[in-house]
T-cell receptor
């Protein structure tokens, strides 16, 4: 079974902090994705990566950056956290369809 | 870009009844349409998907239908059970695109 692991289930941070969300997959998938999930808005793509050190902006990249130094690991970085970044963050990976998701990180920015 | 609309946003059915969730998409080049189920505290899990060369696909109590002309696709769940209660998301993508575009989700509640 595909395993996508997000390092934290819950995270509380303060405004202005630099926040790192980590995601690891164990299936040698080429593509990895970061989404945020908000009620009534579905899943919105923040960034994705199709290879090591490669990244592309999704629909809502503002305020975020990403890092992919190794194939199995994809990090989402909030450079200076703000309260409007309080959300559920989901990581996903795939080579071919379908995408496989982690269980999410619920991030609260106070 | 692609836009996916999903209806209804909430749906309550009696146990044993059928449930139908509908999605429309905007890009006629889209050719892959998965459905995900998200239970409380978990990430979305794929339950069924369909490609544009097929009009219908069935897996036990779950079926998906696709109307390419009208650009809409639907999820049908028959003989609903309490464990079907969850949030369901539809999505669409083109073969050349790596990313999926998701609908806004449907909270399905199956009443015992």
């Amino acid at each position: 079974d595909v395993k996508v692991t997000q390092s934290s289930r819950y995270l509380v941070k303060r405004t202005g902090e630099k926040v790192f969300l980590e995601c690891v997959q164990d299936m040698d998938h080429e593509n990895m994705f970061w989404y945020r999930q908000d009620p009534g808005l579905g899943l919105r793509l923040i960034y994705f990566s199709y290879d090591v050190k490669m990244k592309e902006k999704g629909d809502i990249p503002e305020g975020y950056s990403v890092s992919r130094e190794k194939k199995e690991r994809f990090s989402l970085i909030l450079e200076s956290a703000s309260t409007n970044q309080t959300s559920m963050y989901l990581c996903a990976s795939r080579t071919n369809q379908p995408q496989h998701f982690g269980d999410g990180t619920r991030l609260s920015i106070l | 870009g692609e836009n996916v609309e999903q209806h209804p946003s909430t749906l309550s059915v009696q146990e044993g009844d059928s449930a139908v969730i509908k999605c429309t998409y905007s890009d006629s080049a889209s050719n892959y349409f998965p459905w995900y189920k998200q239970e409380l505290g978990k990430g979305p899990q794929l339950i069924i998907d369909i490609r544009s060369n097929v009009g219908e696909k069935k897996d036990q109590r779950i079926a998906v239908t696709l109307n390419k002309t009208a650009k809409h696709f639907s999820l049908h769940i028959t003989e609903t059970q309490p464990e079907d209660s969850a949030v369901y998301f539809c999505a669409a993508s083109k073969g050349s695109a790596r990313q999926l575009t998701f609908g806004s989700g449907t909270q399905l509640t199956v009443l015992p």
